[in-house]
């Protein structure tokens, strides 16, 4: 390892503590967890269909998913089963119908009930999915309601609201969209699912777990295949231009770099030129300062880039910190330099 290079490691270690430092506040909203059914080994779902749609909300200008779910379940027999999902974090105004009628959502009382599928321990409430496979809840997160099914074919049908993950930091906010299927395991049979997004014209699709999907008029559309029990992932974010992506790519602290390049150069081949003293004072001096003014002035290009006048990215200023180290290292590297050129000279 050179000189330059030991120069080059040891100031991005100074730096690098300050960096980290300076995302220390929590960088997201959590999202709502919910899930399909919960169901029974007494009835077979022929198939789902999730539509959501992403709404903005007016005043804070995030974005929330709407609901409509749909499930086609046949049952031998007239029965009543109960049912259950998990809504932590989703709205209050729920709706549920079974084969188009209105079903009301009943509140979990232990004192005078016993659930067959909930299992109270001295380590909290558990949800049992079968014998051998529970998981830990909180009775108020769980939407409990007995569906009336007629022999043969039926639709139970539940709609709301749920919130979804994102970042407060950062030139643009990336929502994460979560579901889980684990549940459909439980079923006697759960055939596929048939999942349909609907994303406004400020909005794209970025990730996804569940592979290719069409896309038309702002509509998604995936297929899950039967026996697919991974939890549905994915990713949205505000729709950008090419150039505002590059930007982003190169990030405020990457073009300042590119800067810090593009002045060295300038400031070298002043200093071939002339290496009397002044010269080389000024170019110590006027660098590390100009680094910092592009790099904050990076922020306002990046903004404007994607016609926004704020964002937020924690304590960015602490970087002025590094100014002393950086001064030093280009202060070496100049004496090196200057050195080499005089005695060439």
Same mark, same amino acid.
């Given at each position: 390892?050179?000189?330059?290079?030991?120069?080059?490691?040891?100031?991005?270690?100074?730096?690098?503590?300050?960096?980290?430092?300076?995302?220390?506040?929590?960088?997201? !909203?959590?999202?709502?967890?919910?899930?399909?059914?919960?169901?029974?080994?007494?009835?077979?779902?022929?198939?789902?269909?999730?539509?959501?749609?992403?709404?903005?909300?007016?005043?804070?200008?995030?974005?929330?998913?709407?609901?409509?779910?749909?499930?086609?379940?046949?049952?031998?027999?007239?029965?009543?089963?109960?049912?259950?999902?998990? $809504?932590?974090?989703?709205?209050?105004?729920?709706?549920?119908?079974?084969?188009?009628?209105?079903?009301?959502?009943?509140?979990?009382?232990?004192?005078?009930? #016993?659930?067959?599928?909930? /299992?109270?321990?001295?380590?909290?409430?558990?949800?049992?999915?079968?014998? #051998?496979?529970?998981?830990?809840?909180?009775?108020?997160?769980?939407?409990?309601?007995? $569906?009336?099914?007629?022999?043969? /074919?039926? !639709?139970?049908? !539940?709609?709301? #609201? $749920?919130?979804?993950?994102?970042?407060?930091?950062?030139?643009?906010?990336? =929502? /994460?969209?979560?579901?889980?299927? =684990?549940?459909?395991?439980?079923? +006697?049979?759960?055939?596929?699912?048939?999942?349909?997004? +609907?994303?406004?014209? @400020?909005?794209?699709?970025?990730?996804?777990?569940?592979?290719?999907?069409?896309?038309?008029?702002?509509?998604?559309?995936?297929?899950?295949?039967?026996?697919?029990?991974?939890?549905?992932?994915?990713?949205?974010? /505000? +729709?950008?231009?090419?150039?505002?992506?590059?930007?982003?790519?190169?990030?405020?602290?990457?073009?300042?770099?590119?800067?810090?390049?593009?002045?060295?150069?300038?400031?070298?081949?002043?200093?071939?030129?002339?290496?009397?003293?002044?010269?080389?004072?000024?170019?110590?001096?006027?660098?590390?300062?100009?680094?910092?003014?592009?790099?904050?002035?990076?922020? @306002?290009?990046?903004?404007?880039?994607?016609?926004?006048?704020?964002?937020?990215?924690?304590?960015?200023?602490?970087?002025?910190?590094?100014?002393?180290?950086?001064?030093?290292?280009?202060?070496?590297?100049?004496?090196?330099?200057?050195?080499?050129?005089?005695?060439?000279?």
């Amino acid at each position: 390892m050179n000189l330059i290079q030991k120069l080059n490691f040891s100031f991005l270690l100074c730096i690098f503590p300050l960096l980290v430092f300076g995302n220390m506040a929590k960088p997201w !909203v959590d999202g709502s967890q919910h899930s399909v059914l919960f169901g029974s080994s007494n009835a077979v779902v022929k198939r789902e269909i999730i539509d959501i749609r992403l709404i903005k909300e007016p005043v804070d200008q995030y974005y929330y998913a709407e609901y409509k779910i749909k499930y086609y379940i046949y049952s031998d027999e007239k029965q009543t089963l109960p049912l259950v999902f998990l $809504a932590l974090g989703i709205s209050n105004e729920k709706e549920i119908k079974i084969n188009n009628r209105p079903a009301s959502i009943q509140k979990l009382n232990f004192e005078k009930n #016993d659930y067959s599928f909930i /299992e109270k321990k001295k380590d909290g409430m558990f949800l049992k999915y079968s014998e #051998d496979s529970e998981i830990i809840v909180n009775p108020e997160e769980l939407i409990y309601f007995s $569906a009336n099914l007629a022999k043969g /074919e039926n !639709v139970i049908e !539940v709609k709301y #609201d $749920a919130f979804l993950q994102y970042n407060t930091f950062g030139f643009i906010r990336n =929502y /994460e969209l979560e579901y889980s299927l =684990y549940p459909s395991k439980f079923w +006697k049979s759960f055939g596929p699912i048939e999942v349909n997004l +609907k994303i406004d014209d @400020d909005a794209e699709i970025t990730e996804s777990n569940l592979g290719d999907f069409d896309i038309k008029d702002n509509l998604a559309k995936w297929i899950i295949k039967s026996g697919n029990h991974e939890n549905i992932k994915i990713t949205i974010s /505000e +729709k950008t231009s090419v150039f505002s992506k590059v930007l982003m790519f190169i990030d405020p602290l990457g073009i300042a770099f590119l800067g810090l390049i593009g002045l060295f150069l300038i400031n070298l081949k002043l200093l071939r030129r002339n290496a009397k003293t002044y010269v080389f004072v000024l170019g110590i001096i006027l660098v590390p300062i100009l680094f910092y003014v592009i790099y904050f002035l990076s922020y @306002d290009l990046i903004n404007l880039s994607l016609g926004k006048k704020h964002t937020k990215h924690g304590y960015i200023f602490f970087i002025v910190f590094t100014y002393p180290f950086l001064l030093l290292f280009y202060w070496l590297v100049m004496w090196q330099i200057r050195k080499r050129i005089k005695i060439q000279n």
